[in-house]
Antibody
Framework: EVQLVESGGGLVQPGRSLRLSCSAS????????MHWVRQAPGKGLEWVSG????????GYAASVKGRFTISRDNAQKSLSLQMNSLRLEDSAIYYC??????????????WGQGTRVTVSS | ETVLTQSPATLSVSPGESATVSCRAS??????VAWYQQKPAQAPRLLIY???TRAPGIPVRFSGSGSGTEFTLTISSLQSEDFAIYYC??????????FGQGTILDMK
């Protein structure tokens, strides 16, 4: 059974940093790209960042580029998101997500339960 | 970047009836659209990928169709557990992904 378990969320002041982690099990972690998706309170889903299986390709949403850094440790089957210079608008539930692929279609086939980040003074 | 626009924003349907959610892409995305269901206080769940392929374990009353710029998610014979928010999704230049703004399906 695929499991994705996020940790590291919490309350943080604007301008400070936070590091999210995701522990994966139930699948061959280093075979798949991984992503972070967030959802602000009462809002829709927003893709934040993605990383290829070997960390060779990384991407960020424009809203977090230059402030957030995604990384993975295939030996530990873990995904991380280092979030610096946090803003009020970064407050959200952050989901760790496994990517699936079928032919030329890419999608998110497994989601963690999410970790809540609240940025407030 | 491709923008996905869902309609309607809210859909009120009675149990047992059918519901159709639309997703329009700002440019052709071939068949590369997925659909997700999200219930309150839960993570989203994959329903459909590649426009029309049901994910494992998804009931047959969920179906997807479309290609190019127009896509639909149809839920036939609505059950009480189907009332939720639905999102469409596409990838732009990998690894960048985009979601529609969501459609609330509520009980009439």
């Amino acid at each position: 059974e695929v499991q994705l378990v996020e940790s590291g969320g919490g309350l943080v002041q604007p301008g400070r940093s936070l590091r999210l982690s995701c522990s994966a099990s139930g699948f061959t972690f280093d075979d798949y790209p991984m992503h972070w998706v967030r959802q602000a309170p009462g809002k829709g889903l927003e893709w934040v960042s993605g990383i290829s299986w070997n960390s060779g390709t990384i991407g960020y949403a424009a809203s977090v580029k230059g402030r957030f850094t995604i990384s993975r440790d295939n030996a530990q089957k873990s995904l991380s998101l280092q979030m610096n210079s946090l803003r009020l608008e970064d407050s959200a539930i952050y989901y760790c997500v496994k990517e699936g692929q079928f032919l030329s279609a890419y999608f998110f086939d497994y989601w963690g339960q999410g970790t809540r980040v609240t940025v407030s003074s | 970047e491709t923008v996905l626009t869902q309609s309607p924003a809210t859909l009120s349907v009675s149990p047992g009836e059918s519901a159709t959610v639309s997703c329009r892409a700002s440019q052709s995305v071939k068949s590369n659209v997925a659909w997700y269901q999200q219930k309150p206080a839960q993570a989203p769940r994959l329903l459909i990928y590649a426009a029309s392929t049901r994910a494992p374990g998804i009931p047959v009353r969920f179906s997807g169709s479309g290609s190019g710029t127009e896509f639909t998610l149809t839920i036939s014979s609505l059950q009480s557990e189907d009332f939720a928010i639905y999102y469409c999704q596409h990838y732009n230049n990998w690894p960048s992904f985009t979601f529609g703004q969501g459609t609330i399906l509520d009980m009439k």
